[in-house]
């Protein structure tokens, strides 16, 4: 088994090859870093998503010998890795979710894209979304981003961190009871 199969290869084939041959690891980086940039990318900014991301995979290959190729998909495992390094920015990202919510909405830009009113109601929201994700735990955050910026499922979720499925169901159960009180919903209707 080489690196140039890349697709063809499971992650389940590739963890029990990279123990052996590590140069296997760059398919894992290429087939999953753009999904944990982009994660963390929502949860933070893009320099600290670059530097965390990158980190994930520093992480991940340190501790390879450690994941177990019969849990099959590598996917929660990293997420799980990068989840616990934005923890650790935790301060950083609750600081930078109540600078968002004192700011008012960006101007619009001129042009078409920009005009669409699905943008505009983003760019309202945006003030009201970041103050509201501040007001959850850190459990509940980690369950609601994880699912709506990593596009985990219910299982993904738990294994990425360590909780059962119904646990990531009550979590974000309570999550979005605790956005929509917050959320104003004249804004989002217009």
């Given at each position: 088994m080489t690196a140039d199969v890349g697709e063809q290869v499971t992650d389940a084939e590739l963890?029990?090859?990279?123990?052996?041959?590590p140069e296997l690891f760059t398919v894992v980086h290429d087939r999953h870093?753009?999904?944990?940039?982009?994660?963390?990318?929502?949860?933070?900014?893009?320099?600290?998503?670059?530097?965390i991301a990158a980190e994930t995979f520093l992480t991940a290959f340190s501790r390879r010998g450690?994941?177990?190729?019969?849990?099959g998909s590598l996917r929660p495992w990293l997420f799980g890795i990068?989840?616990?390094?934005?923890?650790?920015?935790r301060r950083k990202e609750a600081r930078h979710y109540r600078t968002l919510s004192r700011?008012?909405?960006?101007?619009?830009?001129e042009g078409h894209?920009?005009?669409?009113?699905?943008?505009?109601a983003a760019q309202r929201l945006q003030p009201q979304l970041a103050k509201a994700l501040a007001t959850l735990s850190r459990g509940e955050r980690d369950v609601v981003l994880l699912v709506a910026l990593g596009q985990l499922s219910y299982d993904e979720v738990a294994e990425a961190l360590g909780i059962s499925p119904g646990t990531v169901?009550?979590?974000?159960s309570r999550?979005?009871?605790?956005?929509?009180?917050?959320?104003?919903?004249?804004?989002?209707?217009?």
């Open positions: 963890a029990a090859g990279f123990a052996r041959d870093f753009r999904d944990i940039y982009l994660y963390v990318a929502g949860r933070l900014d893009a320099q600290a998503a670059e530097d450690s994941f177990d190729p019969g849990r990068a989840t616990n390094l934005v923890a650790r920015h700011l008012g909405p960006e101007p619009t830009a894209e920009n005009r669409v009113v699905t943008s505009v169901g009550s979590r974000l999550a979005r009871a605790k956005l929509h009180d917050v959320i104003d919903q004249e804004a989002v209707h217009g």
